[in-house]
């Protein structure tokens, strides 16, 4: 499940690839946000199944060395720990995660050269000798192992990521995102939770009907900003008189549009919470002064869309905000 932040990056990426593309079929850009968000989901499934992949080829190796001619005593009798890791049990008996599995084709087969070595890095690391041999074996000691692997062998591994930007250019600036789902995920999994356990989505249902407030939220911000583009623009234009508008970075004038967007559309949204999250929107995608203007025009215009009654937010707790 994506947080705000998240859902606002990915309209940042959508809406600049779309006015790059000059096309002027505004469904074609919304359909690629969404195609993009639902490529975040994939991208979660292939990673979590890369776990169970890896565990697979556990067993299988041990297998191999207790068919040795010789094995030692250690291969007749290896530690069956990590295969047997319980965590590992409740993802993989996971109803949702093994359609999807099935839904996206996902398969490591001719990818066996990575599975390897992800194994053969883990077989001789300190964390892997630790927990096989810990005194310890309950459900605790297996999510607290598979969450210090993944940190160590997962969030930051190049080969995975090259892997995977070579699979969809997309997923470069996705691998974090989904990291941190997967940290998540494995964190809330419990000891009794059976075939049809949660499973994370991108999106969050927030009522009965089956309505998510947060798909609306994507869908009217990427609509709203590109359509009052030229009236948003001649606002930021008005309290940047310090600048040319033309000179402004590219990146920049988006993020500004995109929180004039909120601002004046979005009612529920309270103003500091727009102020703050394209503050640090800023620091992902522009300049540590870039930063600094953004702040300062987002404040000149905060001042004079109230003054002019262009802000209006409804709702409780939100009147002065």
């Given at each position: 499940m994506l947080n705000r932040r998240q859902l606002r990056v990915k309209v940042v990426q959508?809406?600049?690839?779309?006015?790059?593309?000059?096309?002027?079929?505004?469904?074609?850009?919304?359909?690629?946000?969404?195609?993009s968000l639902n490529d975040i989901e994939r991208l979660f499934v292939c990673q979590l199944s890369l776990l169970l992949e890896v565990a697979d080829f556990a067993s299988l190796r041990m297998e191999d060395a207790k068919n040795k001619f010789l094995p030692t005593e250690e291969e007749k009798n290896p530690s069956t720990r990590f295969i047997d890791n319980r965590i590992f049990q409740k993802i993989r008996q996971n109803i949702t995660l093994q359609s999807r599995i099935k839904a996206y084709k996902i398969s490591w087969t001719e990818y066996q050269d990575m599975i390897r070595k992800l194994y053969n890095n883990l077989k001789v690391s300190d964390i892997y000798k630790e927990y096989l041999y810990a005194e310890k074996d309950n459900f605790g000691t297996d999510k607290s192992f598979l969450e210090k692997m993944y940190y160590q062998f997962y969030v930051e591994n190049e080969d995975i990521e090259s892997f995977y930007e070579e699979q969809n250019i997309h997923w470069a600036s996705d691998y974090d995102i989904v990291n941190n789902m997967i940290l998540r995920y494995i964190k809330g999994i419990k000891a009794d939770q059976g075939e049809n356990a949660y499973f994370p989505q991108v999106f969050r249902i927030d009522n009965v009907d089956g309505v998510s407030e947060d798909k609306v939220f994507v869908k009217d911000l990427f609509r709203k900003c590109v359509i009052?583009?030229?009236?948003?623009?001649?606002?930021?234009a008005e309290r940047a008189t310090n600048w040319e508008f033309d000179r402004i970075a590219t990146m920049d004038k988006l993020l500004l549009r995109m929180a004039v967007t909120e601002l004046m559309l979005f009612p529920s949204i309270p103003v500091k919470v727009t102020l703050n999250e394209y503050i640090e929107l800023s620091k992902i995608f522009s300049t540590p002064?870039?930063?600094?203007?953004?702040?300062?025009?987002?404040?000149?215009?905060?001042?004079?869309?109230?003054?002019?009654?262009?802000?209006?937010?409804?709702?409780?707790?939100?009147?002065e905000n």
């Open positions: 959508a809406i600049y690839a779309y006015e790059l593309s000059e096309n002027e079929q505004l469904e074609v850009g919304e359909k690629e946000l969404f195609k009052n583009k030229d009236k948003h623009i001649a606002l930021i002064r870039s930063r600094i203007f953004i702040n300062g025009v987002l404040d000149k215009m905060i001042e004079q869309l109230r003054a002019d009654k262009k802000i209006v937010k409804t709702g409780r707790g939100l009147m």
